[in-house]
């Protein structure tokens, strides 16, 4: 999970610098849209591996079967306290509070929404429903309704333009991206570059809904006159923030800047690198060649036409090994209490200079199994590395653990 995380958090660190350096400030509204949109599910979705890539360099890695350890559970290991499980099932146990407070805020937000649409007056104007509010605010839409004061549309101060920018909203499904943003947010409460992104997709809703106001009325200096009035505007405290007139100025930029098709070229073949090269680094699996062995390190069936010339050797041969894991596992508390049984099954690469690394879990019968055997094989001292051709070379490790009940 951390990993994962870990992997996440540099995808979004990465395509957020990129919006920032070469996309914000770039007239390509419905592009940039997509590239927010396509990072968040780029970041969350890659560091799963659902789908790997062949790397286009890469070493040939062997991957040995070890034989299997077995490790003995009984009453007096039952008793003894694994710190660290106790650890992360309080991590768990906020985050999921947490989680769960959030959630509860966002479906009651939503609610509110929904009472507020259907309690209040509203009128049909070109086929759009608008919701006349008592409040003082500043017009607003979220999925199908546009929300504005009553009095300001009693009044007439509501102009055309207004309405037509928060009916672009509407028409361009903007409500799905917030929805979708908020639901990240729930879920990955913890990281702060979410608050990022969907401030960065808010003011990009902006420019296409201003665009699409002045494609139909085209009269941009009359709109920009509206919105300052607007930001300006002493009466709306909530609204009529520093933000807002901060965000105005930009979206003044935005309008009149004119575009340059070959900057626009360069910066989306630029992008398209960005997702190429990250695709293949987080995304990339080694070229496995299986080889089985038994516990005398004798090469068994070969899988694939080329193999090591001489396989890697832990100090004092594989059953040093064995005695090696045998010795430093822990069995958890929760193993020996509840009689557990099954096998977890771990894979490990031998590096070059004989040191372990990419160790995973590939199944795990639970109950912190999994966490211990990594911990236990973190341990491990340098192996001497396989050799192939007179060069050492990676290989990757297989390794079963059966835990059974002592009878």
Request: cysteine-free.
């Amino acid at each position: 999970m951390i990993n994962y995380l870990l992997k996440s958090g540099i995808l979004l660190l990465i395509f957020y610098a990129v919006y920032k350096l070469l996309l914000q400030n770039e007239k390509m509204f419905r592009f940039n849209r997509v590239y927010l949109l396509g990072s968040l599910i780029f970041s969350f979705i890659i560091p799963l591996q659902l789908f790997s890539v062949q790397p286009l360099f890469s070493d040939v890695l062997s991957t040995i079967q070890l034989d299997g350890i077995v490790i003995k559970t009984s009453k007096r290991v039952s008793a003894s306290i694994n710190y660290s499980q106790l650890f992360g099932l309080a991590l768990w146990f906020v985050y999921s509070m947490v989680i769960f407070i959030l959630g509860v805020r966002f479906f009651k937000n939503l609610y509110a929404l929904y009472k507020t649409s259907l309690n209040n007056e509203y009128h049909i104007i070109e086929n759009q429903k608008i919701v006349l509010l008592q409040e003082t605010i500043l017009p607003h839409s979220f999925w199908n309704t546009i929300f504005i004061n009553k009095l300001d549309f009693e009044n007439g101060k509501i102009s055309t333009e207004l309405i037509a920018h928060e009916k672009a909203h509407l028409i361009q499904k903007h409500s799905l991206d917030i929805l979708f943003v908020a639901v990240l947010k729930i879920v990955f409460w913890f990281n702060p570059l979410l608050f990022l992104f969907e401030k960065a997709i808010k003011l990009n809703h902006e420019f296409l809904a201003d665009e699409a106001v002045n494609r139909q009325f085209e009269e941009i200096s009359n709109y920009q006159k509206m919105l300052l009035d607007i930001a300006s505007d002493k009466t709306t405290v909530a609204l009529a923030s520093t933000i807002n007139y901060l965000i105005t100025k930009k979206r003044f930029v935005m309008m009149t800047k004119k575009e340059s098709p070959i900057t626009v070229s360069l910066k989306v073949f630029g992008v398209g690198i960005v997702f190429v090269v990250s695709l293949f680094i987080f995304s990339s699996e080694a070229v496995a060649q299986e080889v089985n062995v038994n516990s005398d390190n004798k090469t068994g069936n070969l899988y694939r036409i080329e193999s090591v010339d001489k396989l890697p050797e832990f100090p004092g041969g594989i059953e040093e090994f064995y005695k090696f894991v045998g010795m430093n596992f822990k069995i958890p508390a929760e193993v020996g209490k509840n009689k557990i049984e099954g096998k977890t099954y771990m894979k490990f690469v031998i590096e070059k200079d004989g040191s372990l690394s990419n160790i995973m879990v590939l199944t795990d019968v639970g109950y912190g199994i999994g966490d211990e055997v990594t911990r236990v094989l973190k341990l491990s001292p340098k192996w001497i590395a396989a050799t192939k051709d007179g060069k050492a070379v990676r290989v990757m490790y297989s390794l079963p653990i059966k835990v059974e009940p002592e009878k």
